[in-house]
């Protein structure tokens, strides 16, 4: 199969991320293009790629005419940069959130299906091989019926206070919308879907939307969630708690292992090796194996809206007095 010709839009963090991620692919893909209105951003990123370098998205959608890209910018311009790229037919990994409402979210989706461009959303821990290991012990019925997955995302976030993630128009909001849909997305692929939420929030830096949040969520199935986030933590924690019937599991992201996992009447902890490269080439794989045979991404559509739902539910709940 011809290798998949791919540009990067937004050439800050992730968007660097994205692309060493596709560099690490050259069977599956060639990158052909960078643009961040940075152009200096751009060609620092394209120049060592062979790619070429633009500070206007719409020019490179014109000019190198890609296949594929990714969406690295900030949540306001997804929408508008999905929208030129589906409009050409051009298949989307757009970051996370997926926009900055779910009415945009809902455009977004729009426009990809009106010009039949493939969309994926980059809930990046999908791809993180100890959350796949957690699925496929859930799925065994090892663990027996899931009834509780607690996660927590920690940390001192220093670009809090003075970068676009704290001015919500252009993020859509504090770390709620930055990081929670994250927890949504791994709370969606353990337990199912959410059918209620309630959520509290808090701001201790000087910033206008919030840098701490909570979040209770209950599945379909009647399982529970709690999810939690802070930027203002000072030791980093990224973990996942999944309790079932039979046994529990414990994914810990600062562990060099797997999934540690105990069932009813273990005395030690099974943990799972850990051998697969980082989730994000595992996710430019996915992204790439889907746009080459035509397959739907995944997750795609359906996963972001119903993250953004679980979202704004949450807003909703939390401005409640
Ligand atoms: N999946 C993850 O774990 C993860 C991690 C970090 C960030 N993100 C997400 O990725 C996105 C970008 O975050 P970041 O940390 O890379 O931000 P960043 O500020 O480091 O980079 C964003 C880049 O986009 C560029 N940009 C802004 N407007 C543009 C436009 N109209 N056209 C082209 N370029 C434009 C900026 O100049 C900047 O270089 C956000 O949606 C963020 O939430 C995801």
Same mark, same amino acid.
């Given at each position: 199969?011809?290798?998949?010709?791919?540009?990067?839009?937004?050439?800050?963090?992730? /968007?660097g991320?994205?692309?060493?991620?596709?560099?690490?692919?050259?069977?599956?893909?060639?990158?052909?293009?960078?643009?961040?209105?940075q152009?200096?951003?751009?060609?620092?990123?394209?120049?060592? +790629?062979?790619?070429?370098?633009?500070?206007?998205?719409?020019?490179?959608?014109?000019?190198?005419?890609?296949?594929?890209?990714?969406?690295?910018?900030?949540?306001?311009?997804?929408?508008?940069?999905?929208?030129?790229?589906?409009?050409?037919?051009?298949?989307?990994?757009? $970051?996370?959130?997926?926009a900055?409402t779910?009415?945009e979210?809902?455009?977004?989706?729009?426009?990809?299906? @009106?010009?039949?461009a493939p969309?994926?959303?980059?809930?990046?821990?999908?791809?993180?091989?100890?959350?796949?290991?957690?699925?496929?012990?859930?799925?065994?019925?090892?663990?027996?019926?899931?009834?509780?997955?607690y996660?927590?995302?920690?940390?001192?976030?220093?670009?809090? /206070?003075?970068?676009?993630?704290?001015?919500? !128009?252009?993020?859509?909001?504090?770390? +709620?919308?930055?990081t929670?849909?994250?927890?949504?997305?791994?709370?969606?692929? +353990?337990a199912?879907?959410v059918?209620?939420?309630?959520?509290?929030?808090?701001? @201790?830096?000087?910033?206008?939307?919030?840098?701490?949040?909570a979040?209770?969520?209950t599945?379909?199935? /009647?399982?529970?969630?709690?999810?939690?986030?802070?930027?203002?933590?000072?030791v980093?924690?990224?973990?996942?708690?999944?309790?079932?019937?039979e046994? !529990?599991?414990?994914?810990?992201?600062?562990?060099?292992?797997?999934?540690?996992?105990?069932?009813a009447?273990?005395e030690?902890?099974?943990?799972?090796?850990?051998?697969?490269?980082?989730?994000?080439?595992?996710?430019?794989?996915?992204?790439?194996?889907?746009?080459?045979?035509?397959h $739907?991404?995944?997750?795609?559509?359906?996963?972001?809206?119903?993250?953004?739902?679980?979202? !704004?539910a949450?807003?909703a709940?939390?401005?409640? @007095?």
């Open positions: 199969m011809n290798a998949v010709r791919v540009a990067v839009i937004g050439a800050g963090g992730i /968007g991320v994205h692309l060493d991620a596709y560099a690490a692919l050259p069977e599956l893909c060639q990158v052909v293009g960078v643009a961040d209105v152009l200096e951003a751009a060609k620092a990123r394209a120049e060592p +790629l062979g790619a070429s370098a633009f500070a206007d998205y719409t020019e490179l959608l014109d000019a190198v005419k890609p296949d594929a890209v990714s969406i690295c910018t900030p949540p306001n311009m997804h929408l508008p940069v999905a929208a030129e790229a589906a409009l050409r037919g051009v298949a989307v990994l757009c $970051e996370k959130p997926p900055r779910l009415a979210t809902e455009a977004l989706v729009e426009a990809c299906r @009106t010009h039949g969309l994926q959303f980059a809930f990046c821990h999908r791809f993180h091989e100890p959350v796949q290991q957690a699925q496929e012990l859930i799925a065994s019925g090892k663990l027996g019926q899931v009834i509780q997955v996660n927590r995302f920690g940390f001192r976030f220093a670009r809090a /206070g003075h970068s676009w993630f704290t001015d919500a !128009e252009t993020s859509g909001g504090g770390i +709620l919308i930055d929670l849909v994250h927890s949504v997305d791994i709370f969606r692929a +353990l199912g879907e059918r209620r939420v309630d959520a509290a929030v808090g701001t @201790t830096l000087p910033i206008a939307v919030e840098d701490s949040a979040m209770l969520v599945a379909e199935s /009647g399982a529970v969630g709690a999810l939690t986030c802070s930027w203002v933590t000072p980093s924690e990224a973990e996942v708690r999944i309790y079932g019937t046994g !529990e599991a414990v994914i810990d992201y600062a562990q060099p292992g797997g999934l540690a996992y105990r069932l009447g273990d030690e902890w099974t943990r799972l090796p850990f051998e697969k490269p980082n989730r994000f080439i595992r996710q430019a794989e996915a992204f790439l194996t889907a746009v080459q045979s035509g $739907e991404p995944h997750p795609g559509a359906e996963d972001g809206l119903a993250v953004m739902r679980v979202i !704004e949450a807003y709940s939390a401005r409640r @007095t």
